[in-house]
């Protein structure tokens, strides 16, 4: 003997949205994610790790966004990287689009002080007779 049979049919129907719903969230969820990496440019074969050491650095916020503006949209740059604690940028590059040093320029173009990886740099707070 059923009690309530409306009541099952509601529950039902309750289910069946909630599965639908939860679909549609999954489909537009993928959707998303397809559509970020397409945005994303792939890396070709064949580029080369490079490593700089940025100076004045002193920012997590806006240093890497100002240093994103200045070699983020350069063409043969990829997976560029901030490393704001360790002072450094890194990045993948292709060397028939893009050197190292053209980086730099840019980079000191835009008033970082940009020296190679091992180079040892002296900090002078201040100077006394």
């Not at 916020?61 to 240093?67: G, N």
Request: glycine share 12%; proline share 7%.
């Amino acid at each position: 003997m059923e009690r309530n049979p409306q009541r099952k049919k509601d529950q039902a129907g309750r289910e069946l949205w909630l599965i639908r719903g939860g679909a549609l969230l999954l489909a537009l969820v993928l959707a998303g994610l397809t559509w970020a990496a397409g945005r994303a440019p792939s890396k070709p074969a064949g580029t080369v790790p490079i490593e700089m050491r940025v100076l004045g650095m002193d920012c997590h916020v806006w240093c890497p966004v100002q240093i994103d503006d200045a070699l983020g949209n350069v063409p043969g740059v990829y997976d560029l990287f901030v490393d704001v604690d360790g002072g450094r940028v890194t990045a993948e590059i292709e060397p028939q689009k893009v050197t190292r040093d053209r980086l730099v320029g840019i980079l000191r173009g835009r008033g970082w002080d940009v020296f190679e990886p091992g180079d040892q740099v002296l900090f002078i707070d201040s100077l006394e007779p």
